[in-house]
Nanobody
Framework: VQVVESGGGSVQAGESLRLSCTRS????????MGWFRQAPGKEREVVAT????????YYEDFVKGRFTISKDNTKNSLYLQMTSLSPEDTAMYYC????????????????WGQGTQVTVSS
């Protein structure tokens, strides 16, 4: 049972990145998926969530209009398309899963990946 992130990297401000997360071994009860991030010295925070069943999404205000969360059930994959990146977006990005509702607090999520680093330079 795991989720594995990929797609991070180093980019310039204004550029884009697409993160991917592949879930394996998670059964249909793990209906809530989310992207979270943690910058050095800061707490982990939610970026966006998506319901695995119906695709309902939630975005934190600081990414609205810039990031898009999506999924492909046939590939058991979750994505985060990030555009107009700024240095403030620099962080380790994590994919996470839980059974039930898409809560926003990271503590509700039980399956976490190792993270993928996103670094944005000005």
């Amino acid at each position: 049972v795991q989720v594995v992130e990929s797609g991070g990297g180093s980019v310039q401000a204004g550029e884009s990145l697409r993160l991917s997360c592949t879930r394996s071994g998670l059964d249909r009860h793990f209906t809530a998926m989310g992207w979270f991030r943690q910058a050095p010295g800061k707490e982990r925070e939610v970026v966006a969530t998506i319901a695995w069943s119906d695709g309902q999404t939630y975005y934190e205000d600081f990414v609205k209009g810039r990031f898009t969360i999506s999924k492909d059930n046939t590939k058991n994959s979750l994505y985060l398309q990030m555009t107009s990146l700024s240095p403030e977006d620099t962080a380790m990005y994590y994919c996470a899963a839980r059974a039930g509702t898409c809560y926003l607090a990271p503590s509700w999520y039980v399956i976490w990946g190792q993270g993928t680093q996103v670094t944005v330079s000005s």
